[in-house]
């Protein structure tokens, strides 16, 4: 009889060290609480192990990779006892490669609101601090121009593409077929990324993702009359190709947050992230902001037929514009200069910086 391995499910609970080490004490001894319960209930198929408090970025994302090299991990619950920050999880979650279960619970049954005693106080934030992480950190700088000028490519090319269908090729039953297969090559794309990955490395696979982006955009450009069987291979080519750098930038991220900790030794993990995520909504706005103000420019009228200028404005937008910023986004990534190998020793150094200080508690 063929014997299942003895998988187990991770436990894993958030806090954060502003409380001090009594309440992380109670934090620990809670979560093994519910850890010890699941367990003894029997319904479940695995054993539930519990996992020392996870209070910083750094031990959410060490923990994150232990379990997905670990094979005995079937999967991760986590529990957020405390506050703790999302933003100390969003790297963590990127990485993360195995299935999760959030408990979205508290531990007493009732809030003990008359014992709670809120005041808390709230550290100063250091502006110029904050602009020096930005500021400083070259690879990052990069990774955002690069991942922001295909921003605006793929929001210019996305607010014309229905005016392309209707009023160049004069065939809107084509929007659902292409949608149908952009949407299962971006899947399939993000699939084969961490092979890629692995293989070419993630600089290296981002540049290409983005030189190649620009083959089927050019034919377009040149020809945007062509069969409807062409346009669909040349789309969906498009679409499996230009899904990698798009997806490729979330998973470089962390680096530039290893890279900035670096530096100048301040983990800058909420304000790496919140101003990368500001580039992409900036960036995405001014690409839909450049289409509807260059339509409106030239004479774009809706739902009638327009002139020979405009549908040459729609092409180019289509297509043009989004070449233009794939070309901007090679030459940002070429002065990208965080490699695989540069990653493995700037992660060793922070590593050795730290000690090898377990922040977990017990």
């Excluded at 605006?152 to 090319?157: E, K, M, P, Q, V």
């Amino acid at each position: 009889m063929m014997e299942m391995k003895k998988y187990q499910f991770w436990f894993c609970t958030g806090s954060q060290d502003l409380y001090g080490d009594e309440c992380l004490a109670h934090v620990a001894e809670h979560s093994k609480i519910i850890v010890e319960e699941l367990n003894k209930s029997g319904n479940l198929p695995f054993e539930v192990v519990w996992k020392p408090t996870l209070l910083t970025n750094e031990l959410i994302r060490k923990t994150f990779n232990e379990a997905n090299t670990d094979e005995l991990c079937a999967g991760v619950i986590t529990w957020m006892h405390t506050f703790s920050p999302a933003k100390s999880w969003i790297l963590g979650l990127q990485e993360l490669r195995k299935p999760l279960l959030h408990l979205h619970t508290q531990f007493n049954r009732e809030i003990p609101y008359d014992t709670i005693d809120m005041a808390i106080d709230k550290p100063k934030v250091d502006l110029r601090k904050e602009v020096y992480l930005i500021a400083k950190n070259k690879p990052l700088l990069m990774l955002m121009l690069a991942f922001g000028t295909d921003m605006i490519a793929n929001s210019t090319l996305l607010a014309v593409n229905m005016y392309y269908f209707k009023y160049v090729l004069n065939r809107v039953d084509l929007v659902p077929i292409t949608s149908i297969a952009l949407t299962v090559t971006g899947v399939l794309s993000n699939l084969a990324i961490p092979y890629l990955t692995k293989k070419a490395g993630k600089k290296r696979l981002y540049w290409w993702g983005s030189l190649l982006s620009i083959l089927p955009l050019a034919i377009l450009q040149i020809k945007p009359v062509v069969p409807g069987s062409a346009l669909l291979v040349l789309i969906t080519l498009f679409g499996l190709i230009s899904t990698v750098p798009s997806a490729l930038a979330w998973a470089m991220l962390p680096d530039c947050v290893d890279y900035a900790e670096y530096i100048t030794g301040v983990n800058g993990n909420g304000v790496v992230s919140s101003t990368f995520s500001f580039m992409n909504k900036l960036c995405g706005a001014v690409g839909s902001f450049l289409a509807s103000y260059l339509l409106g420019i030239f004479g774009f009228v809706a739902n009638q037929e327009q002139t020979e200028t405009v549908l040459f404005v729609i092409v180019c937008l289509r297509f043009a514009v989004p070449i233009l910023g794939y070309i901007a986004s090679l030459i940002s990534m070429h002065f990208y200069e965080l490699t695989d190998k540069r990653n493995l020793e700037i992660r060793r150094a922070l590593e050795e910086r730290a000690g090898g200080k377990e922040n977990g508690y017990a």
